[in-house]
């Protein structure tokens, strides 16, 4: 499947262009950015051709990859779709509903694939015990804790992002604590309550729809001594913790890759499709709102 990327900042290096050279079944041929020389730079260093024009690099794939903020992939997941593109698209779909849900519609008429990455949800170990967990009914509630220092600790590649500094840690990781909780504990039913802590951290609690609730704490000026991600289920049978994974983003998106190329031979969608990133959206718009009322 020849694929393009779309993005040249510190994620598309680090993550997305490691992981698509290295992938078997998925031919790195080129890259697109909205800074040239960046994507020369980065297209040269794998041998790829660098791309002037997104339109011809869409015309060139048969699929891509984009690692580019949520509001400017959103648009260009729907001009790939309609180039006939399948896509390997990153966390979160999009910032607005209406975003999203263009992004799915897209998706739907052209009838490509689409696979949204969310790190954990493509880790063996974490994947596997969200499977385990998920085929329990007895959960009574739940708590997870991504905490982040992008802003607080020195040399974060993050740190100057712009979308980031905008929507803070709900809409960073807050769609890293959805894909765990989501199913295991069901659907949102309805965002219970919002609030702000310090910083840009938030805390939301949600009522899910099969009965148990949760409560999230986000954020990315964690002390870098009080970093890390916990999520906590307890029910009828106990408690469980989410196992951590040592394994680098690197090789989470080589399996992602294999699940783009799994939907578009099979026609099955995956579990992270666009679908459920714009559901991840539309809850994180919910409490947005919440918060912005100062419920």
């Known amino acids: 499947m020849r694929t393009g990327l779309l993005g040249t900042g510190p994620w598309a290096r680090m993550a997305y262009a490691p992981a698509l050279s290295r992938h078997d079944e998925l031919e790195f041929t080129g890259v697109w950015g909205r800074r040239p020389a960046a994507a020369k730079e980065l297209a040269d260093g794998y041998g790829v051709r660098a791309y002037d024009d ?57 009838g490509v694939a689409s696979v949204v990455f969310f790190t954990v ?69 309805r965002v219970a309550a919002a609030a702000h802590g310090p910083g840009d951290t938030v805390h939301l609690v949600l009522e899910h729809a099969g009965g148990a609730s949760s ?30 994974s040592t394994e680098s983003a690197v090789y989470a998106l080589l399996r992602a890759g294999d699940a783009l190329l799994d939907a578009s031979r099979t026609g099955h969608a995956h579990a992270c499709d666009a679908r459920f990133g714009l559901r991840v959206t539309e809850i994180l718009a919910a409490a947005q709102g919440r918060l912005k009322d100062g419920a």
């Open 54 to 110: 997104v339109d011809e690099l869409l015309a060139d794939v048969d699929a891509v990859a984009v690692a580019l903020p949520p509001a400017v992939q959103a648009d260009l997941a729907v001009k790939a779709a309609r180039a006939g593109c399948h896509l390997l698209l990153d966390k979160p779909l999009a910032t607005t509903v209406e975003e999203g849900r263009a992004v799915v519609e897209a998706v739907d008429e052209a």
């Open 215 to 244: 409560t999230l704490a986000l954020s990315l000026t964690a002390p870098p001594a009080a970093e890390g991600a916990t999520v906590e289920l307890r029910g009828a049978a106990g408690v469980e913790l989410l196992p951590q």
């Open 121 to 189: 949800r493509f880790q063996p170990e974490t994947d596997a015990w969200i499977h385990e967990q998920a085929a329990r009914k007895d959960w009574f509630t739940g708590r997870a804790e991504w905490l982040g220092s992008v802003f607080s600790a020195d040399g974060s590649p993050f740190a100057a992002s712009p979308w980031r500094r905008e929507k803070g840690a709900l809409w960073d990781v807050g769609p890293h604590a959805l894909s765990v909780l989501l199913p295991v504990l069901g659907d949102v039913r």
